[in-house]
């Protein structure tokens, strides 16, 4: 009986830190809605890429999950292709230049894409 209670415990406790290790799943509507919210924090989004530009392992390119769009500033992390399904991982900031151009609200991703 405290064996199993004992791997029930120790169950519950893995799957509570693996979520709060997990990025927060947001939509691009919240994210363009209220950007300081979430400002320099860790979310994830998901949905379409386009306008993939850049080189050299670094660029950009746009997210489109249905309720918005959003620009992804992607640094050694590569670019996917056009209309591929993604989830992109990053930090939410504003005023971000590329090329010499401001792009205002976007995501500068950390993780690899999903």
Known sequence: ML???????AG????TLWLTG???HVSIADLTRDPAHYADKEVTISGEASGAVGGFGQGIF????GTGRMWVLSQNYGLPGNGSKVSVTGQVQQGISFGGRNYGVMLRQTKPLN
């Open 3 to 9: 064996r199993r209670l004992g791997t029930i415990t």
């Open 62 to 65: 746009q997210v489109d999950d």
């Open 12 to 15: 519950i406790l893995l799957i």
């Open 22 to 24: 997990c990025a927060n």
